[in-house]
């Protein structure tokens, strides 16, 4: 089983659509957790970061965690075409002073239609 | 302003060929990365260095080696190419480690598309 889980979909929706973007994990010492864009033949780019459980907002953009039921969510509201692209989880643990390897999930295609 | 630059962008190598791929970054970044990226398999980490001088092993590590002599550069080789590593390689750098402070993005490149025969 891999330690993080992410349907690679792929995910179309209309433009205007709320989208929602799940990664689950197992590993209860993740405390990090990002969301990365990735535009087809580019890397990834960092969208969003959140620490802990709880709600961060940017924009359009809404990331969630839940780590009691081991559960983060990526929200993207009125989405558009340029929304187009693959969105990788990733997270960490922090050991100590040491901090852990990023784990990203397999990556979930999503494209928006005008 | 260039970020992380890769070359070459594409190569097929035949089983057994020798390669190395250059990653360059104009950040002063102190971390850098090395990941190979499949279908259904994510980002795995290869091979990461924490400062110039410095290399480590990462997730998949075996038949690759690194080096990273000077700060802005690190280097990805391949001493007998397998089909088994065909993929798209990325590098990555990072000022800390990526979960430091508020958050210390991985800053990418745009990959180098590898293929064994």
């Known amino acids: 089983q891999k330690e993080v889980e992410q349907d690679p979909g792929p995910l179309s929706v209309p433009e205007g659509a709320i989208v929602s973007l799940n990664c689950t994990y197992s590993?209860?010492?993740?405390?990090?957790f990002m969301w990365y864009r990735q535009y087809s033949r580019k890397g990834p780019e960092l969208l969003m970061y959140t620490y802990s459980s709880g709600n961060k907002e940017d924009g359009r953009f809404t990331a969630q965690v839940d780590k009691s039921s081991k559960y983060i969510s990526l929200f993207i509201r009125d989405s558009q075409p340029s929304d187009s692209a693959t969105y990788l989880c990733a997270m960490s643990a922090k050991t100590g002073t040491s901090y852990g390897k990023l784990t990203f999930g397999q990556g979930t295609i999503l494209t928006v239609h005008p | 302003n260039a970020g992380v630059t890769q070359t070459p962008k594409f190569r097929v190598l035949k089983t057994g060929q020798s390669m190395t791929l250059l990653c360059a970054q104009d950040m002063n970044h102190e971390y850098m990365y090395w990941y190979r990226q499949d279908p259904g398999m994510g980002l795995r980490l290869i091979h990461y260095?924490?400062?110039?001088?410095?290399?480590a092993k990462g997730e998949v590590p075996d038949g690759y080696n690194v080096s990273r002599l000077k700060k802005q550069n690190f280097l990805l080789g391949l001493e007998s190419a397998a089909p088994s590593q065909t993929s798209v390689y990325f590098c990555?750098?990072?000022?800390?480690?990526?979960?430091?402070?508020?958050?210390?993005?991985?800053?990418f490149g745009n990959g180098t598309r590898l293929t064994v025969t």
């Open positions: 260095s924490v400062g110039e001088g410095t290399t």
């Open positions: 590993n209860s010492a993740f405390q990090y």
């Open positions: 990555a750098s990072s000022p800390t480690h990526p979960t430091g402070g508020a958050g210390s993005p991985l800053h």
